[in-house]
C-alpha cells in the first residue's frame, strides 16, 4: 500500500477559464479554494468538470453529508465562486473565509453582484451572526457555523462583522494552521500575503486573497503560490513587502498558480514588460517549478482585447519555469484531466491522469476498500474525463491489477528512495 497514493495533495481542476483548487490535508481535511461549476459541464459533450458533483463523490462524510472542512472565496468574480449556492445545499461546510470587500460591495449601489456571490455574503453574514450569538453564551461557534475574514478595510468598524473578536480574523503577514477549529500545524499553514488593507477600495480583483500553502508530510515539504486574479501592481508588492520584513521563505513556491487565469497583465503593464516581477517570481521558485494555468487552452496567438489566458502570459512562464501545465490541455483538450499534486516524505510530484485513475480502482478492487481521500478526489475526476472522452488521441492504455499499478507508480515517482538531492527547499 506504500506505493499508492499518499494522502496530502493538491488538485487543480479543468473548469475553463476559472478556479477550482481543492487542497487535501488528510482523509478528513480537505480544502476548496474558489469553484467554477458551469451548468454546462453536466453535459457529455462538454470537457469542463462538474466539480460539486465530483467533491459530492468523494469528500469525507459527516452525519451522512460530504463535509467540506474549509471554503476559502478569494474574490467574488463569477468564475471563482460559480456553483456554490449547490455545493452549500448538498455539502456540510466547516468555515467560510471570506474577505471585507464582500461587505463593502454590497454598500455600493453601482457594484454588480452575481446571483453565487451574493448567496456566498449571506452563508457569510448567517455564520458571523451565528458567531456572535456563540460568544454571547461564553461558547465557541460550531462547525458549519464558522467564519474567517480575511483582511482590513478603512470602513471596517461599519460593517457587520466589526465585533467579531480577533481570532476571527486575519491579516496579511500571518499564518493560519487552524482548519474548521481543527489544528493542523505539521500538516498545513497558509500563510496570508493579501488583501492589503490599503487597497480596500480598489477593483475586485486587487482585493483576491492571496497565500503561500504550504503542506507537509515528514520530511517533503511542498509550497504553493496563490494569487486569485492579482496583477503587477499588488503582486510585486507582495515581493518588495515580503523581502523588506525578512521572509523570504514565504515567497517560495513549487507550485505556482498563474494569477488571473494566466493574464499578461502580470508582467505587462500599458503594453510594457515588467522584468522585476519575474526575477521575483523565478528566484523565489524551487526546482523542480511548476506554473499551473487554470484556464481555457492557451490561444497561439493574442487578439486585441482578448481575455486571459494569454500567450504572452504563458511564453514568458516558460521561459521562467521548468513546466507550464493548463488545466485544460492536461491530457487531452477534449477531455482533460485533473492537474494532481502528491506530497510524502521525499517531497512533491506531479501524477500522470492514467496512474491516479488506474491507482484508485486497482486499490478498490485488489484490498476491497477504498483508496484515500486524495486518491478518491483525483480519481472522480480522472474517471470522469476518461468515461467523456470524445475522440481524438485515445488515452494511455490503464495498467491492470495492483502489481501494474505499483510499477506505474513507482516509475513516476523514480523509485522508492529518497531523492539524493534538496527537494522543496529552494534552489541549489
Keep these: ?3 499508492m497514493l499518499t494522502q496530502r495533495g493538491v488538485v487543480f481542476w479543468p473548469v475553463g477559464t476559472g478556479d477550482s483548487t481543492t487542497i487535501v490535508v488528510d482523509d478528513e481535511i480537505v480544502v476548496q479554494v474558489d469553484l467554477h461549476d458551469l ?5 457529455d459533450d462538454t470537457p469542463e468538470t462538474a466539480v460539486v458533483d465530483r467533491l459530492i463523490e468523494a469528500l469525507p462524510q459527516r452525519a451522512g453529508r460530504p463535509y467540506l472542512a474549509v471554503f476559502v472565496l478569494t474574490h467574488a468574480d463569477l468564475d471563482h465562486c460559480r456553483g456554490f449556492q449547490d455545493l452549500l445545499s448538498e455539502v456540510t461546510i466547516g468555515e467560510l473565509w471570506a474577505t471585507p470587500r464582500l461587505w463593502r ?11 453565487s456571490a451574493r448567496a456566498f455574503h449571506e452563508e457569510a453574514e448567517r455564520r458571523v451572526t451565528a458567531t456572535r450569538d456563540a460568544i454571547a453564551k461564553d461558547a465557541e461557534p460550531v462547525s458549519g457555523d464558522r467564519v474567517r475574514i480575511i483582511g482590513a478595510d478603512d470602513d471596517g468598524d461599519l460593517h457587520g462583522y466589526a465585533d467579531l473578536p480577533r481570532k476571527y480574523r486575519s491579516y496579511p503577514g500571518e499564518a493560519v494552521a487552524v482548519l474548521d477549529g481543527i489544528d493542523c500545524t505539521g500538516r498545513f499553514e497558509a500563510f496570508l500575503h493579501a488583501p492589503f488593507k490599503g487597497d480596500c477600495a480598489a477593483d475586485r480583483n486587487t482585493t483576491s486573497v492571496a497565500m503561500q500553502v504550504t503542506l507537509t508530510d515528514g520530511d517533503g515539504t511542498a509550497k504553493f503560490l496563490l494569487f486569485g486574479d492579482l496583477a503587477y501592481e499588488t503582486i510585486i508588492k507582495i515581493f518588495n513587502y515580503s523581502t523588506r520584513a525578512g521572509r523570504t521563505d514565504r515567497l517560495e513556491w513549487d507550485v505556482l498558480l498563474a494569477p488571473h487565469h494566466c493574464s499578461k497583465y502580470v508582467m505587462y503593464v500599458d503594453g510594457e514588460l515588467q522584468q522585476d516581477v519575474l526575477d521575483e517570481i523565478e528566484v523565489n521558485g524551487n526546482v ?13 496567438k493574442d ?8 500567450r504572452a502570459a504563458a511564453d514568458r512562464y516558460k521561459e521562467i519555469a521548468d513546466e507550464f501545465l493548463c488545466t485544460m490541455e492536461h491530457g487531452s483538450e477534449t477531455a482533460p484531466a485533473p492537474v494532481v499534486f502528491e506530497v510524502d516524505a ?16 486497482s486499490v478498490e478492487k485488489a484490498f476491497g476498500f477504498r483508496p484515500n481521500r486524495l486518491g478518491q478526489i483525483a480519481a472522480a475526476a480522472a474517471r470522469y474525463g476518461a468515461e467523456r472522452w470524445q475522440g481524438g488521441t485515445v488515452p494511455p492504455a490503464q495498467p491492470g ?4 499499478v505499483r510499477d506505474a507508480v513507482r ?7 529518497a531523492p539524493s538531492g534538496v527537494v522543496g527547499f529552494g534552489r541549489p
Excluded: Y
Aim: aromatic share 0%; proline share 9%.
Design 1 to 3: 500500500m506504500t506505493e
Design 39 to 43: 451548468a454546462k459541464a453536466d453535459q
Design 105 to 115: 460591495e454590497l454598500e455600493d449601489e453601482d457594484a454588480v453582484i452575481c446571483e
Design 401 to 404: 491489477g495492483a502489481d501494474r
Design 303 to 310: 487578439l486585441v482585447g482578448a481575455n486571459p489566458p494569454h
Design 346 to 361: 521525499t517531497g512533491l510530484r506531479l501524477l500522470e491522469p492514467q496512474v491516479i485513475e488506474a491507482s484508485a480502482r
Design 411 to 417: 516509475e513516476q515517482r523514480g523509485g522508492t528512495t
Design 288 to 300: 523542480p517549478s511548476r506554473i499551473v494555468s487554470s484556464s481555457k487552452p492557451v490561444p497561439s
